[in-house]
């Protein structure tokens, strides 16, 4: 049966920081031009005691606080506020998850959303709830937030007990990077234009580097951090989609199973690292205190209370072994307390291979830089002539040609992910989702990882907050005759 608007859309964890940061703003987005069906009407539930009423005010307050005044506008959050219901329930207690159910079949007319915006280890245990009550059968979706386990393990076993009573092409996990401007505007760089594709293997690219850094330390996530790291947290999930889309092979279609097929097959070709290995391709850190944006900041340690073995710092040289890539590596880094925020990804071409101006003429290789947050914007680094007579020979400068997605598009609203992934939950797209196998084959790669850090003992080298990670970083590009960009 092929899927319908949902005319329901059930967040669990509505009363989440998730939910009002994030979930609830972008409904109002969505609310705010029109793009929520007619009669979709929205269910939050929590374990929170509240009823209707106090849900409309406590999703006005998220709006208020983290929506800027001047897009607010009163006749959407009252269009939004409208379609509001609430029902408490504790996922251990049965009795309420059968009176959520009920609330559920009642409001139901139509395909249904459900949204798990909870801890992973209710994901089982709610969609059991749903199966039991008749409410996962066709016409049903659930998405489930990340992340899926913590190891190829613990991903079976939520993806086995969800799969008891929803099939895979209604599962939609979460990757909300996926839902990100800049990361599709990646497919349409790459698939939209004739330029590059020539160009995208190992013949034309030398190194490809995929940064996703972060200014902020772990703040009142200490816990759960702790318990993940920046490899669980961080590598599993974005940095590898990220690899996918930057290295799958033209999918057939901009369709769920062509474009999903494509990023399996990246995932599959990932040359294992293990015990043998670790202490060359990967460079693990955890940040000390140190200075950023002119501010003293306290190292982990610290900020969590207690001494831990946890990686903030995550730096892996990852290739991709099939044709296309053969010989080139993947860069992938990820940082808690660097010196900026920024997403990229950049892509060093080979250098031309003979100069015709002669040794004195600087021959550098030309760049493309894929900026994806906080700006989106694209850089093709190239040599240019220097003006001037020359006589001792041509002298070349490097410049950029540069595209800013924000500038050029500024009359635009930038959508936050969950946007675009809510909208395509509501009508059935789960083209931006992650399918079971990509996950299990991330979980299987990362988990080799992880194990060879245990049996080599590789524990996280220290860096200063504030700096680009650990030395062993910037030795695991050198050893391959590359530097961070
Ligand atoms: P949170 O603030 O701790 O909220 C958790 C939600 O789950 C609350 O609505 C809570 O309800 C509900 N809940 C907790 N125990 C429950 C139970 N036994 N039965 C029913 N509901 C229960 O977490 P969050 O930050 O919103 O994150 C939600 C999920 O998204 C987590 O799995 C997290 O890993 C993931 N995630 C979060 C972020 C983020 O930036 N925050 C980013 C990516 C993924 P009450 O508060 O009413 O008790």
Redesign the pocket.
């Given at each position: 049966m092929s899927a319908q608007p949902a005319t329901l859309f059930v967040i669990?964890?509505?009363?989440?920081?998730?939910?009002q940061?994030?979930l609830l703003p972008s409904l109002y987005g969505l609310q705010s031009e029109n793009l929520l069906p007619d009669a979709m009407r929205i269910l939050g539930?929590?374990?929170?005691e509240l009823d209707d009423s106090g849900f409309r005010a406590f999703v006005r307050e998220a709006l208020e606080t983290f929506i800027p005044a001047a897009e607010l506008n009163e006749t959407h959050v009252t269009a939004l506020l409208a379609r509001l219901h609430y029902q408490p329930?504790?996922?251990?207690n049965a009795d309420s998850m059968a009176a959520l159910c009920q609330v559920i079949t009642n409001l139901r007319h139509g395909d249904v959303v459900y949204h798990l915006?909870?801890?992973?280890r209710?994901f089982a245990p709610i969609t059991a709830a749903l199966g039991t009550h008749n409410l996962s059968g066709p016409g049903t979706r659930v998405m489930l937030?990340?992340?899926i386990g913590t190891s190829l393990d613990t991903a079976r076993e939520i993806n086995d007990g969800v799969a008891q009573h929803f099939a895979e092409d209604r599962i939609y996990r979460v990757d909300?990077y996926l839902g990100k401007e800049g990361v599709q505007n990646l497919l349409a760089l790459r698939f939209g234009n004739a330029l590059f594709e020539p160009l995208w293997n190992a013949r034309y690219i030398e190194q490809v580097q995929i940064t996703i850094a972060e200014t902020v330390g772990v703040e009142g996530r200490g816990d759960?951090y702790d318990s993940s790291g920046a490899i669980r947290d961080m590598l599993q999930n974005h940095l590898l989609q990220l690899l996918c889309l930057t290295a799958m092979e033209a999918p057939s279609a901009f369709e769920p199973t062509a474009v999903r097929n494509e990023k399996i097959k990246v995932l599959s070709s990932l040359r294992p690292i293990t015990a043998h290995d670790v202490n060359v391709e990967t460079a693990r850190g955890q940040y000390t205190a140190g200075e950023l944006a002119d501010q003293t900041v306290p190292g982990y340690d610290e900020e969590l209370g207690r001494d831990s073995d946890t990686e903030t710092f995550v730096a892996v040289r990852a290739m991709v072994d099939n044709w296309r890539w053969r010989g080139v590596p993947f860069y992938l880094r990820t940082g808690k307390r660097m010196p900026e925020r920024e997403t990229k990804i950049f892509i060093q071409f080979k250098a031309v291979p003979h100069s015709i101006f002669g040794s004195k003429a600087i021959s550098e290789p030309n760049a493309l830089i894929i900026r994806l947050q906080p700006e989106e914007r694209i850089e093709l680094e190239l040599l240019n002539k220097t003006p001037g007579l020359d006589r001792h020979g041509i002298r070349f400068a490097k410049v950029s040609l540069d595209f800013d997605a924000q500038e050029e598009f500024k009359a635009l609203r930038r959508r936050p992910a969950y946007e675009r992934l809510y909208l395509d939950a509501i009508e059935g797209n789960g083209t931006l989702f992650v399918r079971r196998d990509e996950t299990e084959t991330s979980w299987a790669w990362v988990d080799g990882i992880l194990a060879g850090w245990e049996q080599a003992e590789l524990h996280p080298s220290p860096y200063p907050a504030g700096s680009w990670g650990p030395t062993s970083a910037t030795h695991l590009v050198a050893r391959n005759g590359h530097e961070w960009n």
């Open positions: 669990f964890g509505a009363t989440g920081d998730l939910a940061r994030m539930s929590g374990r929170t329930a504790d996922v251990s915006s909870t801890a992973p209710f937030e990340k992340p909300h759960y």
